[in-house]
């Protein structure tokens, strides 16, 4: 069983739903990734997604769009953050670490070769924002044969058919996401979004996890009570944004994923 | 050699969907309501309906004897999308898919726009059917092209600024893509060139093909014969896209795509995908030549031409390119500045900064060419719009 399966069987024992905090890598710097992912673990989650940052991220709202720039301007490639993997793993951390990342900076990597490295840091998985199941072919034979999950994506436009066969050409879990609109802290949760969790639910066995636009604890308990597992991305992003390259950055960041990680409990 | 994608939205190696998933059902949907309208004879005799009574179509060949004279070789021949009401070929896609838009029962659209050109056009059709209308444009662009963030107003159309990345054309297509990701259910998005995610590239050539569908017959008319040449500006390609489509079958007929080279060969200096270093990746949703760094992000481009000033280009330009049917090729800013003027002296025809770019090349190589030789120029838009920017550009404003 892969090291995410691992963190949602564990939650799901614990009858609670697992906590996946989002964060740019070489925000502000790739030193500091590898404090902050330390810290969200000390915090409280269950797995981390570490985004590539992308010069062109339309998927993403204006605190991942700052966080992005904020990252290239520090000087991260995508091999820095796979070093950086491998420094938190060198550490000792075993929490799951996914990849978020958008084609392009893959493709200039060479897929191959970035399935390999990245396995080899010790990554868990890939998540692509601009991916459909219909370009996979691309990717998944070559993250797939290296050992890596790679997470389907679910939107509340998808048919039912679609999320089928998304989440049997997927592993580790299966990221809903809630609402249609970009990244980003909304101030309420999408009225249907119930309805499409319950519906992803009975389309697959693999876990469901809720992302986009959850960032207070109360909207953590409310989703925490329907799917397997809850992401919250640019509230922490937010964070970082305002505390910046300090020492108290990781602090700071697990002070503030701890409310958002015990919410998950029932 | 074939033409058009494959099912999958596929020109060769080039094209595809990579897309946020959310966008997969509006895509399929777009794609839906392309293909059943291409069959409707209703949605065919309304288009050709305002594209004559409204548009101004068909626009004229000219023949342009005095620029021709200059030069001392062979014949140039403009294509006159200068004279399409907005000023513009834009106007050709843009009525296509608000039509769609209106089909598909969709109340809004929103666009992007560089020069401005696309924007006004599709301001203006929204205008015309009764649609909510935003356009997103990047602050640079703005404030270069002025006179077109008025008349986008005047007509009703919102126009968004955008701050964020190179405020450029490829910062208000990501802009677009936000808005639409969030909007899907009431809004189509009326994306302006022959880019982005299928079916895009396929919907924007199919509307533009009546360029090169027009200027087929009146070439043959005028001269009983084919042109040698075929000179087209390449941005995103829509306007090169929307000429070729008639001419590349005939394989005698030579066509040459022309890039902006800018001020220079580095980075950040031109947008010269094809001549000027690029190499193939994915932005804006389809696999395509980009102007990319080693590690896949986008370079900065620059043009005096905020048309051209994006660092991708279409699919099936790529395709074009790599199988040698079209040869693309790159003009600087000060060559296109010269034929800016040149046309507007030898003729009293004022082009597009774009489209003077493919004036340029027509220039270049015109005067080893025999008399008898012909070459066809799509002159893909009028220059009134570029005024203030060149009077800046060469120091007469500030």
Redesign the interface.
């Known amino acids: 069983m892969s090291r995410i399966s691992e963190a949602f069987t564990r939650a799901r024992k614990e009858r609670r739903a697992a906590f996946i905090a989002y964060v740019t890598a070489g925000d502000p710097t790739l030193d500091r990734t590898v404090e902050v992912v330390q810290a969200l673990r000390r915090g409280g989650a269950d797995l981390v997604e570490l985004g590539i940052p992308c010069s062109d991220p339309i998927a993403d709202g204006p605190s991942n769009q700052a966080a992005a720039e904020r990252a290239l301007a520090s000087g991260t490639t995508p091999r820095g953050v796979l070093e950086t993997v491998a420094a938190i793993r060198s550490r000792g951390e075993d929490i799951p670490i996914v990849l978020f990342t958008y084609a392009n900076p893959v493709l200039a990597y060479g897929v191959e070769e970035f399935a390999r490295d990245a396995r080899a840091a010790g990554a868990d998985g890939v998540l692509f924002t601009d991916v459909p199941v219909e370009e996979l072919e691309l990717f998944g034979p070559a993250l797939g044969a290296a050992g890596l999950d790679v997470v389907p994506l679910a939107a509340p436009t998808s048919s039912r058919e679609r999320i089928k066969t998304a989440a049997r050409r997927g592993r580790g879990f299966l990221y809903l996401v809630s609402r249609a609109g970009v990244t980003g802290a909304r101030a309420d949760l999408a009225p249907e979004l119930e309805a499409s969790i319950r519906t992803a639910r009975k389309l697959t066995k693999l876990p469901v996890a809720v992302g986009f636009g959850i960032s207070t604890p109360r909207q953590v308990a409310r989703v925490a009570r329907l799917a397997h597992g809850v992401v919250v991305g640019s509230a922490i992003v937010d964070r970082i944004a305002v505390v910046g390259d300090s020492d108290r950055l990781a602090e700071v960041v697990q002070t503030f994923v701890a409310p958002l990680a015990r919410a998950c409990r029932p | 050699m074939k033409t058009g994608p494959d099912r999958?939205g596929y020109y060769g190696a080039y094209g595809?969907?990579?897309?946020?998933?959310?966008?997969?059902?509006?895509l399929a949907e777009l794609e839906r309501a392309f293909v059943r309208a291409r069959k409707d004879r209703t949605f065919g005799a309304r288009l050709a309906e305002l594209q004559a009574t409204f548009a101004g179509r068909p626009t004229p060949l000219f023949r342009a004897r005095r620029l021709s004279a200059r030069l001392g070789g062979a014949q140039i021949w403009l294509k006159r999308e200068d004279l399409c009401h907005t000023g513009s070929h834009k106007i050709n896609n843009a009525l296509g898919q608000a039509l769609l838009a209106r089909q598909m029962g969709k109340s809004r659209v929103i666009a992007e726009t560089g020069a401005g050109q696309h924007g006004v056009a599709v301001a203006t059709v929204a205008a015309l059917l009764g649609l909510e209308c935003r356009v997103y444009m990047g602050v640079e662009d703005m404030r270069r092209q002025r006179p077109n963030v008025d008349r986008m107003e005047l007509m009703g159309a919102e126009v968004v600024p955008v701050d964020?990345?190179s405020r450029t054309l490829?910062?208000a297509i990501?802009e677009a893509?936000?808005d639409w990701?969030?909007?899907?259910?009431t809004t189509h998005y009326v994306l302006g060139s022959v880019l982005g995610p299928h079916p895009f590239p396929m919907i924007v050539r199919e509307f533009q093909s009546v360029i090169g569908q027009e200027v087929f017959s009146q070439f043959r008319k005028q001269t009983r014969g084919l042109p040698d040449l075929v000179v087209a500006c390449v941005g995103g390609g829509s306007n090169a896209a929307g000429i070729f489509s008639a001419f590349i079958a005939h394989e005698r007929v030579r066509l040459v795509g022309v890039e902006a080279g800018g001020r220079g060969e580095g980075a950040g200096e031109h947008a010269a995908r094809f001549a000027g270093g690029g190499s193939p990746?994915?932005?804006?949703?389809t696999y395509t030549w980009?102007l990319?760094d080693?590690?896949?992000?986008?370079q900065p481009t620059h043009s005096i031409s905020a048309g051209m000033d994006y660092p991708a280009v279409g699919p099936e330009h790529a395709m074009w390119r790599d199988a040698g049917r079209v040869s693309y090729t790159k003009v600087s800013d000060a060559e296109a500045l010269e034929a800016f003027r040149m046309l507007s002296e030898t003729e009293g025809i004022i082009p597009a900064l774009e489209s003077a770019h493919a004036v340029a090349y027509a220039a270049q190589v015109a005067p080893a060419m025999p008399l008898k030789a012909n070459i066809l120029v799509n002159l893909s838009g009028r220059g009134d719009k570029d005024l203030e920017e060149v009077a800046r550009v060469e120091g007469r404003a500030p």
């Open positions: 999958r595809g969907v990579f897309v946020p998933e959310t966008l997969m059902a509006p964020s990345g490829k910062d990501n893509l936000r990701v969030t909007n899907v259910r990746g994915v932005l804006h949703g980009l990319q080693a590690h896949g992000q986008i």
